[in-house]
């Protein structure tokens, strides 16, 4: 598949202006917005779902509920966070589904963009050992959980951006990472708890 390439727009429009444009019903505001946003919500929810075909449906249905609320963002200049929030919202929705989803059907295998399959190429074999260990514990792991570890430890969000994300205490998300936490780091834990 090939993708488009994205010239720089000289003097590109601020996120403000973007959105302004598209309450307006500018197709091009919304589609600016689209292509520079896009890339950064698919990675996010490429990582937290391990799965691109249903990180793409989420970036989707982002967009299409992100135009939807429109005029219900008060900060225009934040609009890339806004769609995060959004984005991770719709995510936590379909892991819970397939959480619960897994119970019915035991033996469906895990998704196709796991950490081990995003590492680096020239990885060491027994780092990319532990990361596979990682993947089985995320897969295993309630899906609040993943959220906020994949979202603190992985995407690099600030423990509070976490906490909103997931739309909880700051002690709460903590509570959530050390849960996934103590799971990757004890081995002989793993195999006798459920997270």
């Given at each position: ?102 119970w019915l059907r035991p ?89």
């Amino acid at each position: 598949m090939s993708r488009p390439i994205l010239l720089p727009v000289p003097n590109a429009p601020s996120d403000a202006d973007l959105i302004s444009r598209a309450a307006e019903g500018d197709r091009f505001g919304v589609e600016l917005i689209f292509r520079r946003h896009a890339g950064y919500l698919l990675g996010i929810t490429t990582r937290l779902l391990a799965d691109r075909a249903a990180a793409e449906a989420v970036v989707e249905g982002t967009f299409l509920a992100g135009l939807r609320q429109l005029p219900a963002l008060r900060e225009a200049a934040s609009v890339r966070s806004w769609l995060a929030r959004i984005a991770i919202q719709l995510a936590r929705r379909r892991l819970r589904w397939a959480w619960w989803l897994r119970w019915l059907r035991p033996r469906d295998r895990g998704g196709d963009a796991t950490l081990s399959g995003f590492a680096a190429l020239d990885l060491r074999p027994d780092d990319r050992v532990a990361l596979a260990l990682v993947d089985q514990v995320l897969q295993r792991a309630r899906p609040e959980k993943r959220v906020a570890w994949m979202l603190f430890r992985v995407e690099g969000f600030a423990l509070d951006e976490v906490a909103a994300a997931c739309n909880c205490s700051p002690a709460t998300a903590w509570r959530r990472i050390a849960d996934i936490d103590l799971l990757v780091d004890d081995p002989a834990s793993r195999r006798t708890r459920s997270p």
